[in-house]
């Protein structure tokens, strides 16, 4: 029963993976994640939690261009003010939640976000203070295909 309850604890454990940045009156969930270059180097960025962002992580195109990551379309997305834009996509390893994943970065003329794409099946908590912890615990479920669809 011992390595059962073991096992039970370890898959519920969170990990500390950001803190709560303030600024200007304002908190702000920072993560750092880590983006592999296409040379074997890894790049930290820090990026703002956005749930309200439905991808994966945008990057200012800068970076972008620095990385040297491999582009793979442009897209059409929404922002938070109901306007469109068009944006290049491109193709790289994000480590995120103490795993690599693929994902795709989208350049951007704002600072980096990761999105709800890249936390999916995760459960994300933090104190809404200065300073205040960002948890991560893994769901431990399948990667989808997406788009997800409501039925």
């Known amino acids: 029963m011992g390595r059962f309850i073991r096992w039970l604890a370890d898959r519920y454990q969170y990990m500390k993976i950001g803190s709560v940045v303030s ?9 750092p994640i880590e983006v592999h270059q296409p040379s074997g180097e890894h790049l930290r960025v820090d990026a703002l939690l956005d749930t309200g962002f439905t991808g994966e992580v945008a990057l200012p195109m800068s970076v972008v261009e620095g990385l040297g990551l491999e582009y793979v379309r442009d897209r059409i997305i929404a922002l938070a003010d ?12 994000v480590f995120f939640g103490g795993e690599w994943r693929d994902a795709l970065i989208y350049g951007t003329g704002g600072g980096a976000t990761i999105g709800m794409r890249l936390v999916y099946g995760a459960n994300i908590s933090f104190d ?3 300073d205040g912890d960002i948890e991560y615990r893994s769901l431990d479920l399948p990667r989808p295909r997406w788009p997800l669809h409501r039925h």
């Open 23 to 31: 600024g200007e009156g304002f908190l702000f969930p920072t993560v």
């Open 82 to 93: 109901g306007t469109h834009r068009r944006v290049e996509a491109f193709r790289a390893s």
């Open 128 to 130: 809404a203070v200065s």
